[in-house]
């Protein structure tokens, strides 16, 4: 049986499709598993055993479309259910399993502060749209391979290298990240050498934190590439981080994981860490919380009390203990 699955975004969507790309390919017979995505997100399947293709989306759907036709497929399992695919299914004509996105109870939840939306994790979701074709959970944590092999003392200082947390700072919106002095507070309170995680949108901000430390902090921001990023993670005692896709990456290595969420809530999205054995799910319960699904560039009260009234005390105890 020959089957693409499609999810064009976002890292931490995508992320979570591997358990379902795993389990078609495990579970059902003979089955070869293509996977679509956009180019920028490659690198999440690049490696992966458990797809036989990897196809991008090209700038014209038509030329899409066409690449899809010419492959024959038996089957689409749609989990991203958006305009595109509901061309690219139209078009094709082929058969057609599609996620279901509950959009209107995800606005209602927001607009309500209550979460109305299945409770189930996003990988759960995903898993009910392959039901059909007999395949369960596995049970087993999302997948993420490693490209290359990296020197861990050519990435880090020798005080990082026999043990260190990994605080991932950086995400795309303000209202996922913590303010530098919260971030700072935490870091002075741990037992291990810190080791700073993000792009270069934060290295400003690691530069802060490190220089009010000292060296028990080492800012990789904007140095380390993505894999090597991926290979520090998977070798760290422990894994501090917001919602971002590094701390969602994070979980295919069971490290032990503090997911702190500010403006935005891991019921709403249903992506909290998924089969990891040691997991801290931290946020402050406000009557404005969340402000937004996806994040946003300011706090829309101006008082930003998700992430400046966020507890230190179970972050610091989870990482020391």
């Given at each position: ?8 975004s ?8 591997t358990?379902v790309?795993r ?5 059902v ?12 997100f490659?690198?999440?399947y ?5 797809v ?5 989306l ?21 989990l991203h259910?958006?305009l595109?695919?509901s061309i690219?299914?139209?078009r ?5 399993s599609?996620?279901k996105?509950?959009?209107i ?5 927001l ?7 299945s409770k ?11 039901k ?7 049970d087993n ?9 990296h020197d861990?003392?050519?990435l880090?200082p020798v005080?990082h290298?026999?043990g260190?947390?990994?605080f991932v ?9 913590m303010?530098?002095?919260?971030i700072?507070s935490?870091?002075k309170?741990l037992k291990?050498?810190?080791l700073?995680?993000?792009g270069?949108?934060v ?18 921001c ?6 090597e990023?991926?290979?520090?993670v ?6 501090i981080?917001f ?10 290595f069971?490290v ?17 860490p998924?089969?990891?054995k040691e ?7 406000l009557?404005?919380?969340?402000c937004s699904?996806f994040g ?25 203990r």
């Amino acid at each position: 049986m020959k089957i693409l699955v499609i999810r064009f975004s976002s890292m931490g969507d995508i992320i979570y499709t591997t358990p379902v790309v795993r389990c078609l390919k495990k579970q059902v017979p003979n089955a070869e598993v293509h996977f679509l995505t956009k180019p920028a997100f490659k690198y999440i399947y690049d490696n992966n055993p458990y797809v036989d293709k990897l196809l991008l989306l090209k700038p014209s759907l038509t030329d899409t479309i066409n690449e899809i036709k010419a492959e024959k497929y038996d089957q689409i399992i749609d989990l991203h259910n958006n305009l595109r695919t509901s061309i690219i299914k139209l078009r094709t004509g082929i058969k057609a399993s599609t996620y279901k996105k509950q959009p209107i109870l995800k606005w209602l939840s927001l607009k309500l502060k209550r979460n109305l939306v299945s409770k189930d994790h996003l990988v759960d979701r995903y898993l009910k749209a392959v039901k059909f074709l007999g395949v369960v959970n596995d049970d087993n944590p999302i997948d993420y391979y490693i490209k290359a092999e990296h020197d861990i003392t050519k990435l880090l200082p020798v005080s990082h290298q026999n043990g260190y947390a990994a605080f991932v700072i950086g995400a795309t919106h303000f209202t996922k990240r913590m303010p530098n002095y919260k971030i700072i507070s935490i870091c002075k309170q741990l037992k291990l050498p810190v080791l700073l995680l993000g792009g270069n949108d934060v290295k400003a901000n690691g530069d802060e934190i490190a220089a009010a430390i000292g060296t028990s902090v080492y800012n990789a921001c904007g140095i380390t590439s993505l894999d090597e990023s991926v290979f520090l993670v998977s070798k760290a005692k422990n894994v501090i981080g917001f919602d971002t896709g590094l701390t969602h990456i994070a979980e295919a290595f069971n490290v032990p994981i503090a997911s702190v969420w500010g403006g935005t809530t891991p019921d709403l999205l249903g992506v909290w860490p998924y089969k990891v054995k040691e997991v801290l799910v931290a946020g402050v319960d406000l009557s404005c919380r969340p402000c937004s699904k996806f994040g946003l560039e300011k706090c829309p009260l101006g008082h930003f009390k998700c992430m400046n009234d966020m507890p230190e005390a179970d972050i610091v105890n989870f990482s020391n203990r």
